[in-house]
C-alpha cells in the first residue's frame, strides 16, 4: 500500500474539484483530491516557517542596532570621563563636594548670552540714545549691519528718537484716524484721497461690485452723500465698476443740487447726471463719432 507524497516544494491551489452524488466511488478520484489539500496544508505550513524565521532574524536585526545605539551613547556620555567620573552617581557626589564652586559657575551662565537659544529674558547693557519723549532734533544714523547686540540695540534706540521726532513734526500722535491708522493707510490717504488745487479736488470713490450696483445707483450715491457740500470747488473722481470710470462733479451749497459728467473707454457715450431737490436724472449725450 503506496502512501501520499509530501513534497519538498508544493503549489498552492485554489480550485479543489467537488464531489457529485453521480460520481464513482473509485481511489484515483479521492486521492485526488487528498493530494491538493496535502500540497495546500504544506504549502501554507512552509510560509508559516518561514514568516517566524523571519520575524526571529528582523527581532535580532533590531536588538543588536538597539544595543549598539545605547552603547554609543552611553559612551558619548562619558566621552572619555576618568573613572572617578564616569557615572552619575560619582558626577553628583563630586557637585556636592564643590557647591561652592558650582553656584559660581550657575551664575556665569546665567549671565551669558545663548546665541541659539531664547534670549527673550536676557538683559542686555547698552547707551541708548531715545531719552527724550519730545525730541527736539533728528539724530543721524549708521546702517545696521552684524556685529555686538549692544551696538545693534544703540542704533534702534536712534530710530525710535527719530520716529517720535517725525510724530512731532506732522503735529499729531494719533494717526488711527487717518485712513485705516497703517502707514501705507496714511500715506496712500495722503497721495489719493483728497488732492486740493486752485478749487480744483480729486477724490477716489474706490470699488464697486459690479454684481450688486450699476451705474446709476454708484453716481446717485456719489452724489446723495460722498462729496461736501460746496459752491466753488469742482471735483475730479475715480472709480472701478468693473472698468476704470471718471467722474467730473459740481456740487452746490445745498446737497438736494448737483451736476455731474460720467466717462470711460467701456462707454459709447458721454453721461450728463443732474440731481434737482434731491431728483437726480441721466441724460445720454450723443454725438458723431469719427475714426480719426
Given at each position: 500500500m503506496a502512501n501520499f507524497e509530501i513534497p519538498e516544494n508544493p503549489k498552492y491551489t485554489e480550485e479543489i474539484r467537488k464531489f457529485d452524488i453521480t460520481d464513482s466511488a473509485h481511489a484515483e478520484l479521492f486521492n485526488g483530491v487528498i493530494q491538493a489539500l496535502i500540497n495546500n496544508e504544506t504549502f501554507l505550513k512552509k510560509i508559516q516557517e518561514k514568516h517566524a524565521d523571519d520575524t526571529e532574524e528582523q527581532?535580532?536585526?533590531?536588538?543588536?542596532?538597539?544595543?549598539?545605539?545605547?552603547?554609543?551613547?552611553?559612551?558619548?556620555?562619558?566621552?572619555?570621563?576618568?573613572?572617578?567620573?564616569?557615572?552619575?552617581?560619582?558626577?553628583?557626589?563630586?557637585?556636592?563636594?564643590?557647591?561652592?564652586?558650582?553656584?559660581a559657575l550657575n551664575e556665569a551662565i546665567g549671565k551669558k548670552l545663548n546665541k541659539d537659544g531664547d534670549i527673550s529674558d536676557t538683559t542686555v547693557a547698552f547707551t541708548s540714545e531715545d531719552t527724550d519723549e519730545s525730541p527736539t532734533l533728528w539724530k543721524d544714523i549708521g546702517r545696521i549691519v552684524s556685529g555686538k547686540l549692544k551696538e545693534i540695540l544703540n542704533r534702534v534706540s536712534i530710530m525710535s528718537n527719530n520716529l517720535k521726532y517725525l510724530r512731532k513734526l506732522c503735529g499729531t500722535t494719533d494717526v488711527s484716524k487717518i485712513a485705516d491708522g497703517t502707514l501705507t493707510g496714511i500715506v496712500?490717504?495722503?497721495n489719493t484721497d483728497i488732492q486740493a488745487m486752485n478749487g480744483l479736488k480729486y477724490i477716489n470713490f474706490g470699488n464697486f461690485n459690479v454684481e450688486v450696483v450699476n451705474l446709476d445707483k454708484v453716481v446717485k450715491e456719489i452724489l446723495d452723500g460722498k462729496i461736501p457740500a460746496s459752491l466753488n470747488d469742482t471735483y475730479i473722481g475715480s472709480f472701478i465698476l468693473g472698468a476704470a470710470y471718471r467722474i467730473i462733479i459740481h456740487p452746490y451749497t445745498s446737497k438736494k443740487y448737483a451736476a455731474a459728467i460720467v466717462f470711460s473707454y467701456t462707454l459709447s457715450n458721454i453721461i450728463l447726471y443732474q440731481k434737482n431737490n434731491d431728483v437726480i436724472t441721466r441724460i445720454i449725450i450723443h454725438g458723431e463719432k469719427t475714426v480719426i
Open positions: 527581532f535580532q536585526q533590531q536588538y543588536e542596532q538597539l544595543t549598539g545605539y545605547t552603547d554609543t551613547k552611553i559612551g558619548q556620555l562619558i566621552n572619555g570621563a576618568p573613572e572617578t567620573l564616569d557615572t552619575i552617581k560619582e558626577v553628583a557626589d563630586a557637585i556636592l563636594e564643590n557647591e561652592t564652586i558650582i553656584e496712500n490717504s495722503l
